[in-house]
């Protein structure tokens, strides 16, 4: 029973494999005619020509003070500039605010207590009212004015040579966040 199948399938499959696609082929050969594989030349090698260095009058790149500045813990690092922070006075606030990047603070709120104006600010989950004259962030801010929106700020900072320069900074009232 099974062989008059398997001969039935045979014979069907030989009908298939006839000579019929030879234009498929014809059409193959006519489109690869033209085909050939194009590498592009190689560029001209220039000529290494050296660049004379002279470094007279360049600052030294792997100078320590330029690598990490001392800056930090030592008052007399830099240029002395007329912007030099006072470490010790800083050390002697310890305030907490002082310990958090100005960006991780957020003003939720203003205050108008017996006509000194005050803002609420958060970070961390803690909340402290800050007055002008207060200080601010990681890089010395001080609180400069209060407005009922925003907080200003001048903040010092240092540069990679050491010097130490005024920045203007704003800590914007925050809506609150709406739970969804």
Do not use: H
Not at 38 to 64: E, H, N, R, S, T
Not at 88 to 102: G, H, Q, T, V
């Amino acid at each position: 029973m099974m062989r008059p199948f398997v001969l039935m399938l045979a014979l069907l499959l030989s009908s298939c494999a006839s000579e019929d696609n030879d234009n498929l082929k014809q059409w193959m050969e006519d489109s690869t005619k033209d085909l050939r594989g194009a590498i592009p030349k190689l560029p001209d090698v220039m000529q290494y020509i050296p660049v004379p260095y002279d470094a007279d009058g360049l600052l030294d790149p792997f100078k320590a003070s330029k690598i990490e500045p001392d800056a930090r813990f030592k008052q007399a690092a830099g240029k002395g500039s007329q912007f030099q922070p006072d470490f010790d006075a800083r050390e002697s606030r310890n305030s907490i605010l002082e310990k958090y990047p100005l960006e991780s603070i957020k003003m939720i709120g203003y205050l108008n207590v017996n006509k000194k104006t005050m803002a609420v600010v958060q970070v961390d989950n803690k909340v402290k009212q800050i007055s002008v004259g207060d200080y601010v962030g990681l890089d010395f801010g001080m609180v400069t004015k209060i407005t009922e929106s925003e907080v200003l700020l001048r903040e010092l900072i240092q540069d990679s040579a050491g010097d130490w320069s005024e920045r203007d900074s704003t800590l914007l009232l925050q809506g609150k966040e709406r739970s969804k």
